[in-house]
């Protein structure tokens, strides 16, 4: 069972992880909505092209963030149970979704390639590795087709047993499809893309994020996209601690880089060495980009 999607409105239609999608259905506003906006604040003043791209870039890096809630994007997206539940997590949008009380649920459940099983990140509790050798993969595959299939036929069983839909859909896995359509603002879908597009989120989440980033928010307010990746997206945020570290390291005084790092708590050694620090590793990474490789010990 699955929406009839020939009946819905809207334009073309992303395709993410084996069956899920990302669908533009309409949008609010544009570049130029933001800079009317932020106009009301400012004055007429300047009405270039340039100086609209200039006033854009300086409300994103300045955070100055009510122009941007005058553009609006409605997305129809279809996403596997475990990414929405992430998803969904974001209070700032306006959300319809499938509903399963209603109508059967979806027949189609995320798969795994044999070769994308994921090893637990040894850094990050909460995040993944490197990928399993594919001959472990395509067991782990198979098994979980072997599970779909059990759910299904289960799901089946249930509702031809006259089970209320509500009830018999409680087995089913989070691999299953649910579709909603999802209404937010630019300025808290910037929200979104800058936590679900970056390396911390997971892979699934991060295919959608990607794909309506790169493929819709670029296209349609490209300008306040540029700026959003120039001073968001890709830009590093450095903490006070950061910066006493990184002067020091800058004026050659590695010696006292090390002992600012302990007062922070980021150096702590047992019987094998460093101890692992979280905030020591975030801030090795943001080194490493301004080129600077500090010896601890
Ligand atoms: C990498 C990662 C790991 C995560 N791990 C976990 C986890 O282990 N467990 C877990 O439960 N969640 C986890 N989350 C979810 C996270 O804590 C947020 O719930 C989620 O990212 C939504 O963020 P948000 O609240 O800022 O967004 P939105 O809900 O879109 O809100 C946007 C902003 O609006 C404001 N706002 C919205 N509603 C309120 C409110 N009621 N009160 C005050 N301010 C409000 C806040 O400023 C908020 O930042 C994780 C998220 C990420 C990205």
Redesign the pocket.
């Known amino acids: 069972m699955s929406p009839d999607h020939s009946t819905m409105p809207g334009g073309y239609l992303h395709k993410v992880l084996d069956d899920g999608f990302v669908r533009l259905v309409d949008t609010m506003g544009d570049d130029s909505s933001i800079v009317q906006a932020a106009r009301i604040s400012y004055g007429a003043g300047t009405k270039r092209v340039s100086e609209d791209r200039g006033l854009i870039r300086y409300l994103m890096r300045n955070r100055h963030s009510t122009p941007f809630e005058m553009c609006e994007v409605k997305l129809h997206v279809r996403v596997p149970m475990d990414a929405w539940r992430?998803w969904i997590?974001?209070?700032?949008?306006n959300v319809n979704e499938y509903s399963t009380r209603y109508s059967e649920a979806i027949d189609a459940k995320q798969k795994t390639p044999a070769e994308s099983w994921r090893v637990q990140s040894r850094s990050n509790k909460?995040?993944s590795g490197d990928c399993l050798a594919t001959d472990s993969g395509k067991l782990l595959s198979s098994r979980e087709a072997e599970l779909h299939q059990l759910a299904e036929e289960v799901y089946q069983e249930r509702l031809a047993a006259g089970v209320a839909r509500e009830q018999a859909r409680k087995d089913l896995p989070l691999s299953t499809y649910t579709e909603a359509y999802w209404k937010?603002d630019l300025h808290?879908l910037f929200?979104?893309l800058a936590?679900?597009m970056?390396d911390?989120?997971?892979h699934e989440?991060r295919a959608y994020a990607s794909v309506i980033g790169r493929e819709i928010v670029a296209k349609w307010v490209p300008i306040a996209w540029e700026a959003f990746v120039d001073y968001r997206l890709e830009a590093m945020h450095l903490s006070r601690l950061d910066q006493v570290v990184i002067n020091l390291l800058l004026a050659g005084q590695a010696s006292d880089a090390t002992e600012a790092a302990k007062s922070f708590g980021w150096i702590m050694e047992d019987g094998d060495g460093l101890k692992p620090n979280r905030e020591r590793s975030e801030f090795e990474i943001k080194a490493a980009a301004l080129g600077l490789t500090p010896t601890w010990l």
């Open positions: 992430q997590r974001h209070r700032t949008a909460q995040g937010i808290n929200h979104f936590l679900r970056d911390h989120a997971q989440i």
